[in-house]
């Protein structure tokens, strides 16, 4: 999903795992990696992390693209709110709907010219797989 030049970098704790659906999990990581794409500039680079955090599951989605003004963050998760020429504005509502259907927190960090960061907290079983 991305560009020739952007880099990727994972980091991910051994052994963890999440109470979620995985087609869930694929269509999230998805949008998520799709708008990464388009605010990062052609040499961005995206980080996704996954690892413990109070009980549950943390992911992390980081891009070191534009950034989202304040004013359209409070937006972001409503159902057709876009702020590109061609999209529709489903695709975080849709991201937003999918966490929460896995019983999930999802939370948005953003500075214009400094990135945004996706944080999504999942439940975890106790003990392992």
Do not use: C
């Not at 500039?41 to 534009?66: F, K, M, W, Y």
């Amino acid at each position: 999903l991305l560009g020739p030049d952007q880099r990727l970098e994972i980091q991910a704790s051994a052994g963890v795992w999440a109470l979620a659906d995985p087609a869930s999990l694929d269509q999230i990581l998805q949008n998520l990696v799709s708008n990464a794409r388009d605010a990062m500039g052609p040499q961005g680079t995206l980080r996704i992390s996954a690892g413990r955090h109070s009980g549950d599951v943390r992911l992390e989605v980081r891009d070191d693209g534009s950034g989202i003004p304040a004013h359209q963050l409070e937006h972001l998760f409503d159902p057709f709110y876009t702020t590109k020429p061609s999209g529709t504005g489903l695709g975080l509502a849709t991201v937003r709907n999918l966490v929460l259907q896995n019983h999930g927190t999802i939370q948005v960090e953003s500075q214009p010219g400094r990135g945004t960061i996706f944080t999504i907290d999942l439940p975890a079983p106790d003990g392992t797989p």
